[in-house]
């Protein structure tokens, strides 16, 4: 795994499910709230977990046994409703996140979030626990491509004024990593959300950390 410099780096992008906030608690009930309306058989938590970082359709499709994904659809859109419905009642930022945050913003450095969740869902849930902590805020659009594609990772960094060379993205899944590498950003994964380091490192993270706290150090 390759240690790439990090003294120019101006600008912080942070996936949101997993890296900022555990949110797998809201977004289990409201998928197994999906599949019961459905008739159709329910998740644990820890099978979820899994799933989450490619987008809603994506992961209605995964819950959706494999004989009945014409019902995916179906499945996805219930999901919306009741996610909808219940998006900060067990969901909380991972200990830590905040005061990296303020300490990042403190030393200058424009902060982001880029999500594959729906871009109004993602709006609320920043908003509601991070309040004008973030200059850009970008969920799944339908006229952006969804992450490992670049192409939402070029827009903030144009938005904040700074070139991908000097951002970071940070997350706790392949996907983020992929995405950061594919616009030429700093890839750090975060081992404390739903995916198993080994994933970070096989995707070609720079830097893997287990700590909020440690990005503040990493970054200088």
């Not at 014409?70 to 067990?90: I, K």
């Not at 192409?151 to 993205?169: F, P």
């Amino acid at each position: 795994m390759p240690l790439l410099a990090c003294m120019a780096i101006r600008a912080v992008v942070f996936d949101l499910d997993g890296t900022l906030v555990d949110t797998l608690a809201d977004i289990a009930w409201a998928i197994n709230a999906a599949l019961r309306a459905t008739g159709l058989p329910t998740h644990a938590l820890c099978a979820l977990r899994r799933f989450i970082g490619r987008g809603a359709a994506h992961l209605a499709a995964c819950v959706t046994p494999a004989h009945e994904q014409h019902r995916s659809a179906e499945v996805f859109a219930r999901f919306q409703q009741f996610y909808a419905a219940r998006l900060v009642v067990d969901s909380r930022p991972y200990d830590g996140v905040e005061p990296m945050l303020a300490s990042l913003s403190a030393r200058g450095v424009s902060l982001a979030v880029l999500s594959n969740k729906p871009d109004a869902l993602t709006k609320h849930i920043v908003l509601e626990l991070f309040p004008e902590r973030f200059a850009a805020v970008y969920g799944q659009r339908d006229d952006v491509p969804m992450k490992p594609d670049p192409a939402a990772l070029h827009a903030i960094a144009a938005q904040l004024c700074v070139r991908t060379d000097e951002l970071a993205m940070v997350g706790d899944s392949g996907v983020d990593v992929t995405t950061a590498k594919n616009a030429g950003a700093l890839a750090v994964g975060v081992t404390w959300g739903y995916r198993p380091e080994t994933e970070l490192v096989h995707a070609g993270a720079h830097h893997v950390i287990a700590h909020p706290a440690a990005l503040r150090v990493l970054l200088g």
